[in-house]
């Protein structure tokens, strides 16, 4: 038992750590009002729920989603990277006042969800063959210590994202952070899987 829980951590550590700098910005940007915290927290939930789902599925010999697909879900961090990134050049060509709750425009329950499933890619590739390889109750208990951790991980997020000396030091990079930190997760995504390269070999 003690060897499964500290496997199931070892692995939620190493296939997660990208998701503690995301759930920072998210939380920087709920001190503007949007995302509300309870956004994150399910969002994060709902979307790691969903990796495990397709990971426990794949496992069992199934396939959801075909490999040569799985990069394109880099578009969603993409596209609302690019949004907001709109969103804010219109706020300060307008000079809206800097008190504006709304000046920063993150996401949403299920954009943070969409987030945390195309940033999870490398999630189901390894939790996978752990799965399939697992007993039944070893399965479960890492599937329960995962759940617990990622109660810790946005516990580690909003302690940072909304420390108070760290949110003063980013007022002047905010309007910025959460576009960039998105749209190159996205593009990271859509890079790393290969997606890329093999657009550009269709279309030559």
């Known amino acids: 038992m003690l060897t ?24 920087l940007a709920s001190t503007r009002g949007r995302p509300r915290p309870w956004q994150i927290i399910t969002g994060q939930y709902l979307g790691f ?44 060509d307008d000079d809206d006042d800097d008190d504006d709750d709304d000046k920063i425009t993150a996401v949403g329950l299920f954009g943070v969800a969409g987030i945390t499933i195309a940033n999870g890619a490398d999630n189901i590739s390894i939790y996978t063959p752990v799965f399939r390889t697992n007993s039944v109750g070893d399965t479960v208990t890492m599937i329960i210590v995962f759940l617990l951790l990622v109660a810790v991980w946005c516990a580690a997020g909003k302690l940072i994202g909304t420390n108070k000396t760290i949110t003063e030091k980013l007022e002047r990079v905010e309007h910025w952070l959460v576009p960039v930190v998105f749209i190159g997760l996205g593009l990271f995504i859509l890079i790393e899987s290969g997606v890329v390269p093999r657009l550009i070999g269709a279309l030559t």
């Open 4 to 27: 499964t829980i500290l496997t199931a951590v070892g692995l939620f550590a190493a296939t997660n750590i990208d998701d503690i700098v995301v759930l920072t910005v998210l939380f």
């Open 49 to 92: 729920i969903t990796l495990v789902i397709i990971s426990v599925i794949a496992a069992l010999g199934l396939t959801i989603i075909p490999d040569e697909w799985v990069g394109f879900l880099g578009l969603i961090p993409l596209g609302i990277g690019v949004y907001t990134l709109i969103k804010g050049l219109r706020r300060h």
